[in-house]
């Protein structure tokens, strides 16, 4: 049984930092794309960040020189660094796996993120 298992959300204040973590089970993790997605309230699903087996990684604009992603294959792991957060990177986040032969795609449950004084 495949889990991704985000955690680390909370609350925070603008110009904060937090990380969040995203634990994956029943994958062979170092065969997967993996990827922060975030969705607001009334807003679309959107990607943040994703990173390849290798480290490779890929950013949205609004996050970039502000968010790092990163990946321990050791751990089965992936992070996402939020620094500098600002109001509008409130929403929740989801972690997301696919895997680079199969395409099979998976989805954690998401962790809050709020960022306000």
């Known amino acids: 049984q495949v889990q991704l298992v985000e955690s680390g959300g909370g609350l925070v204040q603008p110009g904060g930092s937090l990380r969040v973590s995203c634990a994956a089970s029943?994958?062979?993790?170092?065969?997967?794309?993996m990827t922060w997605y975030r969705q607001a309230p009334g807003q679309q699903r959107e990607l943040v960040a994703s990173?390849?087996?290798?480290?490779?990684?890929n950013y949205a604009d609004s996050v970039k020189d502000r968010f790092i992603i990163s990946r321990d294959n050791a751990k089965n792991t992936v992070y996402l660094e939020m620094n500098s957060l600002k109001p509008e990177d409130t929403a929740v986040y989801f972690c997301?796996?696919?895997?680079?032969?199969?395409?099979?795609?998976?989805w954690g449950q998401g962790t809050q993120v709020t960022v306000s004084s």
């Open positions: 997301n796996a696919v895997g680079r032969i199969t395409r099979n795609a998976y």
């Open positions: 990173i390849t087996p290798s480290g490779r990684t």
């Open positions: 029943g994958i062979t993790f170092r065969n997967f794309d």
